[in-house]
């Protein structure tokens, strides 16, 4: 079974801070992604890679970055973390074989923002 | 652009019944595909099913059902004889090529199913 591991399932941070989510991937995916998801809006899309070093922003990126330094942990960095950032995190991976792989998820991470 | 409406926001019943879950989605894509996943209280989304466009035989698997009619571009999904372990917020999601490979999704709002006793 895939297994997406997500560094912490709760996290509490202050404003101005720079914040890391840590998101690892056990199956040799290409690709993985950053989501956020709030009540009402489902999941949207902040940023995903498609190989090592490779990024491409998603729907929302503004106040995020992302690093992929091995093809299987995908950061998500927010520079400078402000209260609208307060958010649950999920990640997940897709083999690079056409549209019809689902996304494995990781538990995701529940973060607050003070 | 890509967009999956899930109109209902949240549905409860009691257990045993059968519940629908509605997805319309829009695509200028000939080649595309729908996904549904689950999301317990625990947070993980579980892959459900897939289906793929030029596919529009219904499917069954236990008490779960999937109702694929690209004429009405809809994706609805029944659970029969409904169980409180049903209980979680259900996510329609249609998928769009990558060229690097790889698909991205787009998620609907999410449907909150609520199985009392």
């Known amino acids: 079974d895939v297994k997406v591991t997500q560094s912490s399932r709760y996290l509490v941070k202050r404003t101005g801070e720079k914040v890391f989510l840590e998101c690892v991937q056990d199956?040799?995916?290409?690709?993985m992604f950053w989501y956020r998801q709030d009540p009402g809006l489902g999941l949207r899309l902040i940023y995903f890679?498609?190989?090592?070093?490779?990024?491409e922003k998603g729907d929302i990126p503004e106040g995020y970055s992302v690093s992929r330094e091995k093809k299987e942990r995908f950061s998500l960095i927010l520079e400078s973390a402000s209260t609208n950032q307060t958010s649950m995190y999920l990640c997940?991976?897709?083999?690079?074989?056409?549209?019809?792989?689902?996304?494995?998820f990781g538990d995701g991470t529940r973060l607050s923002i003070l | 652009a890509q967009k999956v409406t899930q109109a209902q926001t949240e549905i409860s019943v009691v257990e045993k019944e059968d519940v629908t879950l509605d997805c319309v989605y829009e695509t200028r894509d000939t080649t595309y595909y729908l996904f549904w996943y689950k999301q317990p209280p625990s947070g993980e989304l579980v892959f459900l099913i897939r289906r793929n466009s030029f596919d529009e035989q219904n499917e069954i698997s236990g008490r779960y059902s999937w109702n694929f009619q690209k004429s009405t571009s809809s994706f609805n999904f029944t659970i029969t004889a409904s169980q409180v372990v049903d209980s979680a917020v259900y996510f329609c999601a249609l998928s769009e090529y990558l060229t690097g490979g790889g698909n991205k999704l787009t998620f609907g709002t999410g449907t909150q199913l609520k199985v009392e006793l």
């Open positions: 997940a991976s897709t083999p690079k074989q056409g549209m019809r792989q689902p996304q494995h």
């Open positions: 890679s498609y190989d090592v070093k490779m990024k």
């Open positions: 199956m040799d995916h290409e690709n």
